[in-house]
Structures are given as structure tokens and as C-alpha cells.
């Protein structure tokens, strides 16, 4: 196969994990508590849990993402009782987010489901050298990047 070719049918699969991670992102689930979660909600609070202490502004650069946007999901999930807003005691202009006991769980929870489901994909690639999969994050990457830069132009 030509080398052009196999670039298509990697941009076709590219498409197509995106296509399915759409769906899997658009179901909610419950991550430990009773609380039904949109998987951008679960990565939210992922993202809250590795900093112990953020802001929203740190919030919307890590995402890409709005101010707006990321306010609103953080007020979805304080009505949630998944995060906690106050005011930073030094800087009267900036709230100051973290999660919440609830929100903890969440956090230890989806890593642990993480964990699971990585665990089963990788099983899956025992044909693949580490080699490969670094190759591969590489070429991702590049794809990525590529990508990126035909946003802004």
C-alpha cells in the first residue's frame, strides 16, 4: 500500500474514534455517587482533582475553552455539591475552586475506572512494541498540531 493511502485510512480511523468518543462522551454515567455525570463533567473534575486548588481562568487555558463556559460547568457541578467556590483570601478578585468530599470520590473513582478501561485496551495491543505506541503518540500529535494550526488561519 502506498504511503498516501495508509495516511487516509489513518485519517479515516482518527474520524472514526472520534465519531465513537463523541458518543461514549454524549451517555451519562455515574462515577461513585448517585449523581449521573457527562463525561466533560468527569474530565472537569479530573482536571480540579490533579491541582487540588484551581481558578477558572486555569480552567478555560487547560481546556480551550472559555471563561463563560468553564464557569457554567463549575456551577453545574457546585449544584452537584462536586465542587467548592470561594474567594481567594489574598486576592478578593479570584474564586478559587476545589472539589468538594463528593467530588473527591468522583475524582478517585474515575481514576480507578480509568485504570480499568487502559487496562483492557492495552491488552488488546500485545502485537504493538512500546516502540509503536510512542511512535504512534508521535504521529498523533503531529496530527494534532496540524490540526490546531488550521484553526487559526
Same mark, same amino acid.
Not at 468527569?42 to 480551550?64: D, F, P, Q, Y
Not at 457554567?72 to 486576592?91: A, E, G, H, R, S
Given at each position: 500500500?502506498?504511503?498516501?493511502?495508509?495516511?487516509?485510512?489513518?485519517?479515516?480511523?482518527?474520524?472514526?474514534?472520534?465519531?465513537?468518543?463523541?458518543?461514549?462522551?454524549?451517555?451519562?454515567r455515574?462515577?461513585?455517587?448517585?449523581?449521573?455525570?457527562?463525561?466533560?463533567?468527569?474530565?472537569?473534575i479530573?482536571?480540579?482533582? *490533579?491541582?487540588? $486548588?484551581?481558578?477558572t481562568?486555569?480552567l478555560? #487555558? %487547560?481546556? !480551550?475553552k472559555?471563561k463563560g463556559? /468553564?464557569?457554567?460547568?463549575?456551577?453545574?457541578?457546585?449544584?452537584?455539591?462536586?465542587?467548592?467556590k470561594?474567594?481567594?483570601?489574598t486576592?478578593s478578585?479570584?474564586?478559587?475552586?476545589?472539589?468538594? *468530599?463528593?467530588? $473527591?470520590?468522583?475524582?478517585?473513582?474515575?481514576? #480507578? %475506572?480509568? !485504570?480499568?478501561?487502559?487496562?483492557? /485496551?492495552?491488552?488488546?495491543?500485545?502485537?504493538?512494541?512500546?516502540?509503536?505506541?510512542?511512535k504512534?503518540?508521535?504521529?498523533?500529535?503531529?496530527?494534532?498540531?496540524s490540526?490546531?494550526?488550521?484553526?487559526v488561519?
Amino acid at each position: 500500500m502506498k504511503r498516501d493511502e495508509i495516511i487516509f485510512q489513518l485519517m479515516d480511523s482518527i474520524y472514526e474514534v472520534s465519531r465513537v468518543t463523541s458518543l461514549y462522551e454524549s451517555v451519562p454515567r455515574k462515577y461513585g455517587t448517585d449523581d449521573e455525570l457527562y463525561m466533560v463533567e468527569a474530565h472537569t473534575i479530573n482536571l480540579i482533582g *490533579e491541582r487540588v $486548588k484551581t481558578n477558572t481562568s486555569e480552567l478555560a #487555558e %487547560l481546556t !480551550k475553552k472559555t471563561k463563560g463556559a /468553564i464557569s457554567q460547568m463549575v456551577n453545574k457541578l457546585k449544584k452537584k455539591d462536586l465542587v467548592i467556590k470561594y474567594k481567594n483570601p489574598t486576592d478578593s478578585r479570584e474564586i478559587i475552586i476545589e472539589l468538594s *468530599e463528593k467530588g $473527591k470520590q468522583v475524582f478517585e473513582y474515575h481514576k #480507578e %475506572l480509568d !485504570k480499568i478501561e487502559y487496562t483492557k /485496551i492495552l491488552n488488546q495491543l500485545d502485537e504493538f512494541t512500546t516502540e509503536d505506541l510512542s511512535k504512534f503518540i508521535k504521529i498523533s500529535s503531529i496530527i494534532s498540531n496540524s490540526t490546531k494550526k488550521s484553526l487559526v488561519e
